[in-house]
Structure formats: C-alpha cells, structure tokens
C-alpha cells in the first residue's frame, strides 16, 4: 500500500531553521513534491524533487534519498508568514499506462512561527 | 496567464442531494486533477481527466463523476451525498506531455452536507 508520513506539527522562532521530515512507502514513484497551504486556501507549489540531492530555491530547500524513502524540507531565516500547513507528496502514476500526475499526499505538517 | 479558478466557493447541500462543482484550468494546461480534502488531512486523488476522459481514479465510489470539455475545464458530480462528503474540493491542472508534473491548484470549494 502507500504510506506516507510527517510529523504534525512544528514550532520554531522568526529568524530559526525548521527542517520537515517526509518518509514515504509507495509502490511506483516519479518524484516527490512539497507545497504550502495557508488555512483556507489553496496549496501552492514549492519544490518538485525527482533525483537523488538537494534543491535549494531562496530560502527553501528539499532533499530527496530515493533509495531511503526520504525527503526534507528546509525553511530558512523563518518569517511570521511561514506560519502554514507544509504538504509532502509523491508522484504515482494514475492508471497502469505511461501517465503519472497521481499525488499522493501526507496529512501535513503545520508550522508555527512564533516572535 | 489565467489561473485556475473554481466555482462555487462554498455550497450547503443536504444528505441525498446531488452537488456540481466547477473548475477552469490555467491557461495552455490540458489536464485536470480532482482531490478531497478533509479538515486537517492532506488532498486525496479523486479522479484525473485528460483529453475528456477519466485518466485515472482513487478509491472513491461511482457516485463520484466527472467531465471535461473540450476547452479542458471540468466537473465533478457527487450524487446521492452523504455527511462525509463534507470536505474542500481542489482541483489542479497540469500540461501532460511534458517534463514538469507541477499541478496549479485552484482555490477550491467548501462543501458542508447537514
């Protein structure tokens, strides 16, 4: 089955580093994606993984170990505007064709930035 | 470039009605995804449509259908709703065919069935 796993929550000052954690069980992967969904809102892209390394984007970063079933975001220099819910996904193919665009999401880790 | 947009933005429908959501795909994207999510989880698959067929489905019953038309926007149909529908409904769109699988989600639609 697919599993996929992060922690719920986190708490971290303006200015720190918070690191989230994803660890997936998927039979089928092309890639792992994280957005950003503010409450009420939509989710909005941040970072789109398919090798093995390290993407850095600003003050965004993800990691992805293909090998370990890992990924992580890394939030920079946190602003009172991080303060949102941070969603892993992986990439899984929508039917047994060549086509993926499946996501297949984790329940979401909400981040609290605090003064 | 247009975004993807959704209507209505929020909708109240009793337990057995039916319910269409709507959804508009950005500009140049061929590809619409549906998803459910519900309070504090994250967005589940529903359904893919790609060139006006069902591309692909989660584990959601057959009360849940779709459309798409020819200028790539979309539908979702819930029949017969019962009290756990009541959820966000996104929609993303995608360009299939390419390297990038990014998907632009829509602002969504709060559904609440009582």
């Known amino acids: 089955g697919q599993n996929i796993d992060q922690p719920t929550e986190m708490t971290a000052t303006e200015g720190a580093i918070v690191q989230i954690n994803c660890t997936y069980q998927?039979?089928?992967?092309?890639?792992l994606f994280w957005y950003q969904q503010h409450a009420g809102e939509a989710p909005t892209f941040l970072s789109y993984?398919?090798?093995?390394g390290l993407e850095e984007k600003g003050r965004f970063s993800s990691f992805l170990s293909r090998s370990k079933g890992y990924s992580y975001l890394l939030l920079k220099e946190l602003q009172m505007k991080d303060s949102a819910s941070y969603l892993c996904?992986?990439?899984?193919?929508?039917?047994?064709?060549?086509?993926?665009?499946?996501?297949?999401f984790g329940a979401g880790t909400q981040v609290v930035v605090t003064p | 470039e247009t975004g993807v947009t959704q209507s209505p933005t929020h909708l109240i429908k009793t337990r057995g009605q039916q319910v269409t959501l709507r959804c508009s795909s950005q500009s140049g994207h061929n590809t619409v995804s549906w998803y459910q999510q519900a309070l504090g989880q994250g967005p589940q698959f529903i359904f893919q449509y790609y060139r006006e067929e069902e591309n692909g489905r989660g584990n959601f019953p057959p009360r849940f259908s779709g459309l798409q038309f020819p200028n790539y926007s979309s539908e979702l149909n819930v029949n017969a709703l019962e009290l756990d529908d009541s959820a966000l409904y996104l929609c993303?769109?995608?360009?299939?065919?390419?390297?990038?699988?990014?998907?632009?989600f829509g602002p969504g639609t709060r559904l609440t069935v009582t």
């Open positions: 993303a769109s995608s360009q299939s065919g390419t390297a990038s699988y990014e998907q632009y």
């Open positions: 998927t039979s089928g992967f092309n890639g």
């Open positions: 996904a992986v990439n899984l193919r929508v039917r047994t064709t060549d086509s993926w665009g499946k996501l297949q």
């Open positions: 993984n398919v090798l093995d």
